[in-house]
Structures are given as structure tokens and as C-alpha cells.
T-cell receptor
Framework: AQSVTQLGSHVSVSEGALVLLRCNYS??????LFWYVQYPNQGLQLLLK??????LVKGINGFEAEFKKSETSFHLTKPSAHMSDAAEYFC????????????FGTGTRLTIIP | EAGVVQSPRYKIIEKKQPVAFWCNPI?????LYWYLQNLGQGPELLIR????????DSQLPKDRFSAERLKGVDSTLKIQPAELGDSAVYLC???????????????FGQGTRLTVV
């Protein structure tokens, strides 16, 4: 079984500051890991995904995440926050073989302070 | 290219009434998902289709929920009768699974927000 834990249901950062959203996973098999963003009243949009090719994954809108097996983490970062980054962010995990089901975390709401 | 289309966007019904949600996936996508998203929570899978076959419906409350994907394209999710606790956002997603090593990207619709009063 797979699960993810997102630390911090709400995160606030100043515009231009570093964004760090935390995600830890639990998986009995090598995992696939994802970050999705959800804007108000919208569906989810894929930011980036880890599929074992490289531990540092770059995504859209300047976001990146690093897979650390020793820490079972997949934290999302962005060097400089922009007002448009304000949204809900979800970390998700999928099993390596056969099961395409995504298991989501509870989400982190990111607020950008002008 | 059109994305995943869901309708209606919003629905308000009285408890014990039936309700249906419709999803049109991205053209050519063989895999379709219905997710339930409660307020302040991440989405949870209700059912997954590969073409017209439901391959994972273990989380679908079959006493009141049903789904179908005729001809392996559009899909309908139904609740009968609705309960107050069914108030949530129902998300549809689709992907093109080619049998490779990595899961394909799932594209999500905007969801249907259901309010049961």
C-alpha cells in the first residue's frame, strides 16, 4: 500500500521568497511520485512527476522536487514565489507496476504575501 | 485540444434525490477515473475504467453509487439516493495508458460540486 503525508496544511511565504512544500511517502514498492496544483474551482494540473529517471525533477512554472529515498521525501520547491503561485498543492504516489491509482495527500494551501 | 469536460459544474439537490454527473474524456484516452474530493482533502479514487471495463471499483459505495462508460468514451456517475454526506466535488480524469513502465499523466476536469441539502 502507498500513502503520502503532507506536512503543513497551510503555508505562507512572501512574494520573492523560497517556496518549500513538504511531502513524505510510504510505499512497499519503488514509487512514482507526483505534485499537482489546484486553483480555486479548477481541476488538478500536473506540476511534475518522479519516475526513477532522475532524482531532481523540474516541472512547470519554475517548480522542482527532489526524490530522497533515504528520507522517503519528495519536497516541492521554487526559488522565488510569485503571486500567481497561490493555490492548493497535492502530493500523490502511485505503485511502480500495474496499479495506476493515484493516492493523494491532504494538500497544502499556499498563500503568497505581497 | 479540448480537455476533460464535466457537467454540470454545480448541482444542488435535496437528500434522497438521485443525481448524475457526466464526463467526456480527452479524445483517444483509454483510461478514465472518477475521484471524490471532500472539502479540505485530497481526491480519492472511486472507480477506474480501462476502455469500457471497470478495473478498480473497490472504493465505490455500490449500495448507492453506480457508474458506466458505454463504448469506452463518455462516462456517467450516478448517486441514488443522495445523502448529506455526499456533498463534495466529483472529479473526472483521463489518461492514455500505453503499457509502458511509468503511469501516464492523468488530466483532470474542473469537477462537479455537489451540495446535498
Amino acid at each position: 500500500a502507498q500513502s503520502v503525508t503532507q506536512l503543513g496544511s497551510h503555508v505562507s511565504v512572501s512574494e520573492g521568497a523560497l517556496v518549500l512544500l513538504r511531502c513524505n511517502y510510504s510505499s512497499s514498492v519503488p514509487p512514482y511520485l507526483f505534485w499537482y496544483v489546484q486553483y480555486p474551482n479548477q481541476g488538478l494540473q500536473l506540476l511534475l512527476k518522479y519516475t526513477s529517471a532522475a532524482t531532481l525533477v523540474k516541472g512547470i512554472n519554475g517548480f522542482e522536487a527532489e526524490f530522497k529515498k533515504s528520507e522517503t521525501s519528495f519536497h516541492l520547491t521554487k526559488p522565488s514565489a510569485h503571486m500567481s503561485d497561490a493555490a492548493e498543492y497535492f502530493c500523490a504516489v502511485s505503485a511502480y507496476f500495474g496499479n495506476e491509482k493515484l493516492t493523494f495527500g491532504t494538500g497544502t494551501r499556499l498563500t503568497i504575501i505581497p | 485540444e479540448a480537455g476533460v469536460v464535466q457537467s454540470p459544474r454545480y448541482k444542488i439537490i435535496e437528500k434522497k434525490q438521485p443525481v448524475a454527473f457526466w464526463c467526456n474524456p480527452i479524445s483517444g484516452h483509454n483510461t478514465l477515473y472518477w475521484y471524490l474530493q471532500n472539502l479540505g482533502q485530497g481526491p480519492e479514487l472511486l472507480i477506474r475504467y480501462e476502455n469500457e471495463e471497470a478495473v478498480d471499483d473497490s472504493q465505490l459505495p455500490k449500495d448507492r453509487f453506480s457508474a458506466e462508460r458505454l463504448k469506452g468514451v463518455d462516462s456517467t456517475l450516478k448517486i441514488q439516493p443522495a445523502e448529506l454526506g455526499d456533498s463534495a466535488v466529483y472529479l473526472c480524469a483521463s489518461s492514455l495508458e500505453t503499457g509502458g513502465d511509468a503511469p501516464a499523466e492523468a488530466f483532470f476536469g474542473q469537477g462537479t460540486r455537489l451540495t446535498v441539502v
